[in-house]
């Protein structure tokens, strides 16, 4: 803790300002804003597209060739030319249904934190029907995850779903190196997740942090040891497996609704009823909790892309932030759902959203040593590593 005390006291203190072309400000503890008052996200954004595929040529046989490119580097040891992590969401179920039509045989992996809604069960069910397409699913035990989020929720960071995010990506790397599956294909893409702050979230590989946010909620790191996902594993899949992911919704011009109506006809898939999110406690971290505790609404993300994709202006955008995300029937129904789930009164769960934020600086971690470990991987490799935490 002692080490991060400066890195601490510029972080918690920033002039608030927001950029002149999209809605991301200050709330962003990174941003980065040039002589014209634009910020950094608008620039990385723009050229992150134009490294996109689907953005760069307009390729159209790009989705076949990389479907074929997926078949080529199928073990002979394996049944599968691929692993796919599904949520029941859109972009997951996307990239299954088109691997499926592509006929392809896939692993379909499903990591169960008890969150699941309905809607996305019932997704689950008509997708892992479709021809080629095998399910495996990790349920986990709700009592000890439980603590796990508890832990996670007392610890003031924005981040309260971290665990999860590890559970599955250690759930999907685990499954496919056992069934020797070389490729998975993620649901991951440019034209959705294209503003993510990072101050916003925290390194899941980092197990100093991991264990010290446990250690802090009374737990035994221990706890967390199968659905961890530290930089050992990563090595062994990524580098001695030999385990790549690619992105099938880069290869096109992927649109979301589009993609909701195509998977409505074609296997009775259906919207998640709540409008922001799969699962209640997404919403609940990023609609309610985030933007009281923290002061950072993740609409401000999603609201700053649509501007820059002219899907709509900053004028229209800023009216939308003056509100919150939710009514207030709304809000008080989430925060009572997640406080029984979580076995909290409304009255504690309230009090823990209002207490003082902390930031990942706030707590041990090694964030310059991996950064640095990955820019020697990149360098050896000469692979371009996502810059994303879990790429
Ligand atoms: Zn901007």
């Known amino acids: 803790m002692k080490s991060s005390k400066k890195i601490k006291s510029n972080f918690h203190e920033k002039k608030y300002q927001i950029c002149k072309r999209c809605v991301m400000d200050?709330?962003?503890?990174?941003?980065?804003?040039?002589?014209?008052?634009?910020?950094?996200?608008?620039?990385?954004?723009?050229?992150?597209?134009?490294?996109?595929?689907?953005?760069?040529?307009?390729?159209?046989?790009?989705?076949?060739?990389?479907?074929?490119?997926?078949?080529?580097l199928r073990s002979p040891n394996s049944k599968y030319d691929a692993?796919?992590?599904?949520?029941?969401?859109?972009?997951?179920?996307?990239?299954?249904?088109?691997?499926?039509?592509?006929?392809?045989?896939?692993l379909a992996i499903h990591m169960d934190n008890c969150w699941d809604s309905p809607i996305a069960a019932k997704n689950i069910k008509n997708l892992i029907a479709l021809p080629g397409i095998d399910y495996y699913c990790k349920p986990l035990i709700w009592n000890k995850f439980k603590k796990i989020q508890r832990a996670f929720l007392e610890s003031g960071l924005p981040d309260i779903d971290l665990p999860?995010?590890?559970?599955?990506?250690?759930?999907?790397?685990?499954?496919?190196?056992?069934?020797?599956?070389?490729?998975?294909?993620?649901?991951?893409?440019?034209?959705?997740?294209?503003?993510?702050?990072?101050?916003?979230?925290?390194?899941?590989?980092?197990?100093?942090?991991?264990?010290s946010v446990l250690k802090k909620g009374g737990l035994n790191p221990k706890i967390m040891s199968d659905i961890k996902y530290g930089l050992k594993l990563d090595i062994k899949y990524r580098f001695f497996d030999n385990i790549k992911t690619f992105y099938p919704l880069n290869k096109f011009k992927y649109d979301k609704y589009n993609a909701r109506k195509i998977l409505e006809k074609e296997i009775n898939w259906e919207s998640p009823i709540r409008?922001?999110?799969?699962?209640?406690?997404?919403?609940?971290?990023?609609?309610?909790?985030?933007?009281?505790?923290?002061?950072?609404?993740?609409?401000?993300?999603?609201?700053?892309?649509?501007?820059?994709?002219?899907?709509?202006?900053?004028?229209?955008?800023?009216?939308?932030?003056?509100?919150?995300?939710?009514?207030?029937?709304?809000?008080?129904?989430?925060?009572?759902?997640?406080?029984?789930?979580?076995?909290?009164?409304?009255?504690?769960?309230?009090?823990?959203i209002n207490n003082p934020p902390l930031w990942y600086v706030d707590f041990p971690n090694r964030e310059k040593l991996l950064n640095n470990i990955y820019n020697v991987f990149r360098l050896l490799t000469n692979r371009k590593l996502s810059s994303t935490w879990w790429g």
């Not at 939308?320 to 925060?335: E, F, H, P, R, V």
Request: aromatic share 10%; glycine share 4%.
């Open 275 to 352: 409008k922001h999110a799969e699962s209640i406690y997404t919403e609940f971290n990023q609609f309610i909790y985030m933007p009281i505790k923290h002061n950072a609404d993740y609409r401000r993300a999603h609201l700053s892309q649509d501007i820059i994709l002219e899907r709509i202006t900053r004028k229209e955008a800023l009216n939308i932030l003056k509100n919150s995300a939710y009514s207030q029937i709304d809000t008080d129904y989430i925060i009572s759902f997640v406080a029984q789930k979580l076995g909290y009164s409304v009255e504690e769960l309230k009090t823990l």
């Open 26 to 72: 200050t709330s962003d503890k990174f941003i980065q804003f040039d002589s014209n008052g634009i910020c950094n996200h608008c620039r990385d954004y723009l050229n992150k597209r134009l490294n996109v595929t689907a953005y760069k040529n307009q390729d159209k046989n790009a989705l076949e060739d990389l479907f074929k490119r997926v078949r080529m």
């Open 164 to 211: 999860t995010d590890t559970a599955i990506i250690s759930t999907v790397y685990r499954v496919a190196s056992l069934f020797k599956i070389k490729v998975l294909l993620s649901g991951g893409n440019i034209s959705n997740e294209g503003i993510l702050p990072a101050s916003w979230m925290y390194n899941p590989k980092d197990s100093l942090f991991v264990n």
């Open 83 to 106: 692993a796919i992590g599904i949520s029941g969401g859109t972009d997951s179920s996307m990239v299954a249904y088109l691997a499926s039509k592509a006929g392809l045989k896939v």
